[in-house]
């Protein structure tokens, strides 16, 4: 039996009609770009998040570019972000004239340390740029407390963690922006690239609006350069059905997560992931603390279990960064030692017991 990363199929199987009545409407309805799903859809986000403005985009890439120029972050400032994350991550902050300072993470958490921030803070600083990665939300208590302290914008990578909740409240909506991923292996995923920005700020929502149709409210009349970034109709329409369905997914990669912390209990040379409150297991990453992490992940391909390694190199030692930054040694050992496992919400216990008796096997030999 090959056992993939992520299986989506079995959510399409579920929701099929559901999804070609969605996008039979579109057809039918001849509008292909924003239109009436893209604006329903970002009621509803926003509804379910609780924040008074979502703007779809073309990708949690532009979001996090847009949220930062929308926040009024540009040339010459100074981010601080998490070097354990997606290149999109920093790319979006050097893209928009700003320059990535890289904080070191919490090596439980896999999250940006908050006190590693307050020594990275300089008079550049303008904003702050946490990732909730794996689905995890990131320490939001802390660094709002820094955010306020230094007049810094926060704007939160929610690429991994829609439904996701620090102390009640979702990720996205505790900074002054939210950016979100609908890239389709994401926890809430499209049938293509999406994204969406969110924030209670009317003039953040405002600019981001202008943003991502070339800068201008009304045609030919551009006040800022700004980018194609729309939402299509069809993604908007797919994520309408299945936003109705994200807790129950996020409920069942919850109990995923839980089933492998059992089933890996007791495996000496193995860290498995804290189940903490509001996390949504976009990915089940462990830790090898014996360097044994290449070997297994091998093992495993030999046998036919898929898994990753997100992320085998952190940003600041990709070559377009590297040589440019003091050394984060908890992000760079966390990269050697971290295999993020098979999950989707549908994937049967049968097949993770499978996964973990290979994990075991694996490090014998
Ligand atoms: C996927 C991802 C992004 C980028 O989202 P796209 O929709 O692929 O542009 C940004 N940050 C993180 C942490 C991600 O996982």
């Known amino acids: ?53 979502a703007i779809g985009v073309n990708s ?6 847009i949220g930062l120029r929308a926040a009024g972050i540009g040339e010459g400032d100074e981010v601080i972000t998490t070097p354990f994350s997606f290149f999109a991550t920093a790319e979006s902050i050097s893209n928009v004239g700003a320059k990535p300072i890289f904080a070191d993470i919490d090596p439980k958490s896999y999250n940006i340390d908050p006190e590693e921030i307050k020594a990275k803070i300089t ?14 939300p990131a320490e939001m208590g802390p660094i709002m407390d820094i955010a306020t302290e230094h007049g810094l914008k926060v704007i939160e990578d929610c690429a ?44 953040v929502a ?3 609006r202008m943003l991502r149709v070339h800068g201008t409210k009304t ?9 194609n970034s729309r939402l299509d109709s069809i993604q908007a329409a797919i994520l309408r059905v299945k936003l109705q369905y994200i807790d129950g997914w996020n409920g069942a990669r919850r109990k995923v997560a839980q089933n492998y912390n059992h089933l890996l209990a007791g495996v ?45 190199v952190p940003q600041d030692q990709l070559p377009v960064y590297k040589g440019q930054y003091p050394p984060t040694p908890t992000s760079d050992l966390l990269a050697g030692e971290v295999l993020s496992l098979p999950i989707w919400p549908e994937i049967e216990s049968e097949m993770m017991a499978i996964v973990v008796q290979g994990i075991k096997e694996g490090l014998e030999c």
Do not use: C
């Open 160 to 203: 991994q963690s829609f439904g996701a909740r620090y102390r009640g409240k979702y990720t996205g909506t505790m900074g002054h922006v939210g950016a979100f991923s609908f890239f389709p292996s994401k926890n809430l995923g499209a049938y293509g690239d999406g994204g969406m920005i969110v924030t209670d700020d009317d003039r």
């Open 206 to 208: 405002e600019m981001a």
């Open 1 to 53: 039996m090959k056992i993939p990363i992520l299986d989506l199929k079995p959510q399409y199987r579920a929701h099929k009609e559901e999804m070609s009545e969605a996008i039979a409407r579109i057809l039918e309805s001849g509008q292909f770009i924003l239109g009436p799903d893209v604006k329903l859809l970002e009621e509803e986000v926003a509804a379910y998040l609780g924040v008074k403005h």
């Open 219 to 227: 045609r030919y009349n551009n006040r800022v350069l700004g980018y």
């Open 268 to 312: 000496p040379e193995i860290i498995t992931p804290e189940i903490v409150e509001g996390h949504v297991f976009h990915q089940y990453t462990i830790r090898f603390t014996n360097g044994k992490r290449d070997r297994v992940k091998e093992y495993l391909a030999s046998l036919g279990i898929a898994s990753m390694v997100y992320y085998p």
């Open 123 to 136: 008079p550049q600083t303008k904003g702050i740029m946490p990732v909730h990665l794996y689905g995890r």
């Open 60 to 65: 949690g890439t532009d979001a996090l570019m």
